[in-house]
């Protein structure tokens, strides 16, 4: 076993049990050890001290691949979807968006770095095997068309499921009734476009000597679709089907002979609004279609893949029963197909090797997908992941080596699995600590040799952005790059815990005493009364009877709680539980700590969210008899699940009542682990909170924190919709590692209750840190300017403690400065207007706000 390979494994959490890392002199494991527990900064210097010792090439692919990449990572459009591979492996492609229309930006891998070639209008770019040229789907934008964005538009402005749903049909028929194939001449970037008369068209594919393929229909005949071919010199099509049906999806083998394609028993196209939906009495079947005889093989079943090499075929087959995956060797001569695997539970995703020797599939025979294996031959079974969390989309690299994602849809992460070890290692990440780096699109080389990835690898899910990025798999970062980055991430952990001391120094002993009052015993006996009313949707009976117990654990703190009820609809009556700590010094200066108390209709919701409402009992127990300078509102949410309406109606009522909030801080799942560490991820809008949450983190528990700027879908959208960038708060979004979301089987026993108490104690250190700072100036403006003199003004604070503000700038020589005032504006002189300029409060005990507001 390669030492770069153990450690990238999750099996590798416990290396201990491997022959190298049972070395107790082993530097490396020394430093693995510190890094596990969260001690990052002394195991970022102990790794540097290997990589500039002499037995640096011992532990270089360790060391890479814990901290971050381990194969260079060329970043190739800050935003860009739809990435495709050519077949000889010599260009590449991605779409963007440019001013409302997509472009497709093609691209070649040089031993330098990539070089850009053509941007061309359309998308979905296919390449030919002889990487001559290419074919793009380019739509004609129409009246009608912008008449039914704009329908659609009015339609999720009202939210009318009806008419958003009709609007979408009626534009997806015009869009596909307007789109058009076009050649490209990949040496010149040159577009023509192709003869395919009127015919609709989708899923176009070339065959190994170049010919096109795809799917047409003629909007005028609803009741079939059928496979066509043509050549891209300038040939009109030729149907290939005879028999009625709707044919989508051709394949062609290897070789040309012979080609496989879908039928369905209704259009895989766009129809027309009103039109009757034509529909044949027969089950989806794969039809192998030999193009010198006409004859056919015909096979019920669904999702066909064909082997690189072009010798087997393998399919889907659902049952009520039994899912099966059966598989047949491409010949003229092909028969009955095979069935290689069936289970009574849920089968998806066949994938074939290169040489057709195996089939790689997911499984999900318990709560998590895994990826399963058969050797197409003997038949023999293996399995190749073993993690709680899903593993899927199996795809083949090589003959040995297979691609697949880890995690749930908010947060996959690629990872190689060999088939004849069994190992496997993670290939993509931002090479930072505490940030997490999503992947949302894949698409490998047939060599491969590289991986696209569409990522927001900054973990800002809030910007629309999405970069695509180029892994150059085998090829290894060089020591320097390594240095460098652990470098960085040293000094980033060393900032980050000298600014924690300094922000919490001023109320240290309070927030100290405060957090070790937290208790695991009271917190497990929260979460097993609420867990023992079974689902707590707001349909079920166990909605109220939480909220009734949420109230009384409150008043028994000596809150008075208000049960604030409302109607979502029909005879359906629920209540968020609100309790207020005033605050002693500025009351009128609010800060909220909310978690839903609700669970879906099948769940008993331990977890999601019976984890967050045990945090919140125990925060306020904690702060009864020790209220903060502002005021705290403890929000005990309901219909979180039903479409965040409790959030919404504490929302509503607090606008008629003028309660504006500072911030937020929202909890939502927050007690599974798949592993021994106690870690968790702050999901934030405001980068100033998510600092404040670190910090009580890292200074009052044991909680190891990552972060990701997120917050949609969740209560937290609602509050940020509502007061803006203040939001802060702990959850399992978008790592939802808990494969029992959502799941009857997210039950007590899964609960890790020590990470409970963990991040109780964090949430209650935030929520002092919150109300003890200044909150997040607002209103900052340039009044009056002239030349390089500028009056800036900000609405002053209402903290009633404030003693001054601090303002930093850059003037017009480069030097960046501060200047103090105890007013709401300040006379800045020779500033440089093109740089920001940030406005920070700070209170009479030296506490400084915990969020700047800057003019970019």
């Known amino acids: 076993m390669t030492r770069s390979v153990r450690v990238l494994t999750l099996i590798s959490i416990f290396i201990l049990s491997c022959s190298v890392s049972a070395q107790a002199s082993d530097p490396y494991t020394q430093a693995y050890l510190k890094w596990d527990a969260g001690n990052y900064i002394e195991a970022l210097e102990d790794f540097l001290e290997i990589l500039n010792g002499p037995d640096a090439h011992l532990y270089f692919d360790d060391i890479a691949s814990l901290t971050g990449e381990l194969y260079i990572v060329d970043e190739i459009s800050d935003d860009g979807r739809n990435p495709v591979f050519s077949p000889d492996n010599r260009h590449f492609a991605w779409q963007e968006n440019s001013g409302g229309f997509i472009t497709t930006k093609i691209a070649r891998i040089s031993e330098t770095g990539v070089e850009h070639l053509h941007t061309l209008e ?173 004859a056919v093989n015909r096979w019920e079943g669904q999702a066909p893949v064909i082997s690189k090499s072009g010798n087997r075929l393998a399919f889907l087959r659902p049952g009520e029963r039994e899912n099966s995956i059966y598989s047949v060797e491409i010949s003229a001569n092909a028969g009955e197909a095979t069935e290689m695997v069936s289970s009574s539970y849920p089968i998806q995703h066949p994938a074939l090797s290169p040489d057709g020797s195996k089939l790689a ?81 894949w698409e490998p080389s047939p060599n491969g040799n590289h991986l696209l990835i569409v990522a927001q690898r900054s973990g800002n899910t809030i910007a629309p952005e999405q970069g695509v990025y180029l892994v150059r798999i085998g090829e290894r970062i060089s020591k320097e790059a390594l240095v460098e980055r652990l470098q960085k991430n040293l000094e980033s952990e060393q900032l980050l815990l000298a600014n924690a001391e300094e922000m919490y120094a001023p109320i240290f002993d ?44 409150l008043k028994s703190f000596g809150y008075e709680p208000e049960l604030q009820w409302f109607n979502p609809g029909g005879d359906i009556q629920t209540a968020n539980v609100i309790a207020r700590l005033e605050g002693t010094t500025h009351p009128e200066v609010v800060y909220i700590l909310s978690s839903h108390f609700d669970s879906v209709q099948r769940s008993p919701g331990a977890d999601d969210n019976s984890t967050g409402t045990a945090v ?62 106690l870690d968790n991820t702050i999901r934030f809008s405001n980068y100033g909170i998510r600092d404040v949450q670190h910090s009580g983190a890292i200074l009052f528990s044991d909680l190891i924190t990552y972060d990701s700027r997120y917050y949609r879908n969740t209560d937290a959208q609602v509050f940020f919709e509502a007061y803006g960038d203040v939001i802060g708060g702990i959850g399992s979004y978008p790592i939802l590692g808990n494969p029992n979301y959502h799941q009857p089987t997210d039950r007590l026993e899964t609960i890790n209750h020590r990470l409970v108490q963990e991040v109780s104690r964090s949430t209650t250190a935030t929520l002092m ?62 500033v440089d207007m093109d740089k920001p300029i940030s406005v920070v409060g700070v209170n009479a005990r030296g506490i400084t706000g915990w969020d700047v507001t800057a003019l970019e």
């Open 616 to 677: 919140l009992l125990e925060a306020a127990r904690v702060l009864a008899n020790n209220p903060q300078p502002a005021t705290i509102i403890f929000a005990s949410l309901t219909a979180e699940e039903s479409g965040l309406l409790g959030a919404r109606e504490f929302v509503r009522v607090a606008e008629e009542e003028g309660l504006w909030a500072a911030g937020v801080v929202n909890n939502d799942m927050m007690g599974w682990t798949r592993h021994h560490r």
């Open 122 to 294: 359309g998308r979905d770019i296919l390449f030919s095997p002889d990487g001559r040229h290419g074919v793009v789907m380019r739509t004609t934008i129409s009246s009608r068309m912008e008449e039914l964005q704009q329908e659609l538009n009015d339609a999720f402005e009202a939210r009318d499921r009806s008419a958003i749903i009709a609007a979408r049909n009626s534009l997806q028929y015009e869009q596909a009734v307007n789109t058009s194939l076009y050649r490209v001449n990949l040496a010149s970037g040159e577009t023509a476009a192709l003869n395919t008369g009127e015919l609709m068209v989708r899923t176009p594919a070339f065959d190994a000597e170049g010919g096109l393929w795809f799917a047409g229909k003629n909007p005028n005949h609803q009741n079939r679709s059928d496979i066509y071919s043509m050549s891209i010199e300038g040939s009109s099509p030729n149907q290939i089907t005879e028999e009625p049906g709707f044919y989508d999806a051709p394949q062609p083998t290897y070789g040309g002979e012979m080609i496989v394609f879908n039928s369905y028993p209704s259009s895989p196209f766009p129809t027309p609004a009103n039109a009757d939906r034509h529909t044949y009495d027969t089950a989806s079947s794969i039809i192998l279609h030999h193009l010198q005889n006409g």
């Open 510 to 553: 309070e927030v100290k005493a405060a957090t070790e009052e937290i208790n695991i015993t009271r917190l497990y006996h929260y979460q097993k009364s609420l867990y023992d009313f079974g689902s707590k949707h707001m349909t079920m009976p166990g909605n109220q009877k939480a909220s009734e117990y949420i109230y009384e654990t």
């Open 769 to 830: 840190m919150l109300a003890n700072a200044p909150s997040k100036v607002t209103g900052l403006e340039v009044r009056e300017r002239s030349g390089n003199r500028a009056e800036v003004r900000w609405n002053a604070l209402q903290e009633r403690d404030i003693d001054h503000y601090v303002v930093s700038y850059t003037d017009t020589t480069g030097n960046e400065y501060t200047e103090q005032t105890s007013r709401s504006s300040i006379t800045l002189r020779r």
């Open 361 to 441: 599939y997911m499984l999900r025979e318990g709560i998590s997908w895994d990826i399963h294996m058969v050797h197409t031959e003997a038949g023999s079974h293996e399995r190749l992941s073993f993690d709680i969390q899903h593993e899927l989309f199996p795809h083949f690299l090589n003959n040995d080596k297979v691609l697949g994602m880890m995690g749930e849809a908010r947060h996959r992460r690629s990872h190689i699995y060999d088939v004849n070890t069994k190992e496997f290692y993670r290939l993509f990440h931002n090479n930072s600590v505490r940030t997490v780096s999503m992947e949302n699109e």
